[in-house]
């Protein structure tokens, strides 16, 4: 099943907070930071299950090189 990623205004909002606060620190490490966010993501949206659920259904998976975490969760293809 292919899901659709769908974010919510807040974290869609915390995320582009971060990536200009990255790319503030070094020229480029900014899109390092959407690379690897986006890689946990897909990680997370082919494997959904595999990730622990940290409060009702609400699972989160992390990322490898950065102290930044998503949580998720599964709605029908969403």
Not at 17 to 23: E, I, L, M, R, S
Request: net charge positive.
């Amino acid at each position: 099943m292919t899901f659709r990623v769908v974010f919510r205004r807040a974290a869609k909002e915390e995320f582009e907070d971060a990536t200009a606060w990255y790319q503030e620190r070094r020229l480029g490490l900014g899109e390092q930071f959407v690379s690897e966010i986006n890689e946990a993501i897909e990680r997370a949206v082919e494997h959904p299950q595999q990730y622990p659920v940290v409060f009702g259904d609400v699972r989160r998976t992390v990322s490898r090189r950065f102290p930044f975490a998503v949580y998720f969760r599964v709605r029908g293809d969403m």
